[in-house]
């Protein structure tokens, strides 16, 4: 699976999570005060697993550009090889 269809994939099961949340507290028998209070809780608890994740997503890039820098500094490496052997081949003629 790719990063995009992994990142709608969960963005999808996040939303249905909250609607599914936010239904089952509209319907539950409690006063206005308790639902409040549990809507403000819950919100503390969403936005910490977005920060959660937001952290995951940062780390993944991070290793992402790791990669790709160190392919691009491998590929540097055999460029620079490749142009001191044709530059000694060059001077050898």
Same mark, same amino acid.
């Given at each position: 699976?790719?990063?995009?269809?992994?990142?709608?994939?969960?963005?999808?099961?996040?939303?249905?999570?909250?609607?599914?949340?936010?239904?089952?507290?509209?319907?539950?028998?409690?006063?206005?005060? &308790?639902?409040? *209070?549990?809507?403000?809780?819950?919100?503390? $608890?969403?936005?910490?697993?977005? !920060? /959660?994740?937001?952290?995951?997503?940062? &780390?993944?890039? *991070?290793?992402?550009?790791?990669?790709?820098? $160190?392919?691009?500094?491998?590929? !540097? /490496?055999?460029?620079?090889?490749?142009? &001191?052997?044709?530059?000694?081949?060059?001077?050898?003629?």
């Amino acid at each position: 699976m790719s990063d995009s269809n992994s990142g709608d994939v969960l963005l999808a099961f996040l939303l249905g999570g909250i609607v599914g949340a936010a239904i089952g507290i509209l319907y539950a028998p409690r006063s206005g005060k &308790e639902t409040r *209070e549990r809507l403000h809780g819950l919100g503390d $608890d969403l936005t910490d697993k977005l !920060k /959660d994740m937001g952290g995951d997503v940062i &780390e993944k890039a *991070e290793h992402v550009v790791h990669d790709v820098k $160190d392919k691009i500094m491998s590929q !540097k /490496d055999k460029i620079e090889s490749a142009f &001191e052997a044709g530059k000694k081949a060059y001077e050898h003629k």
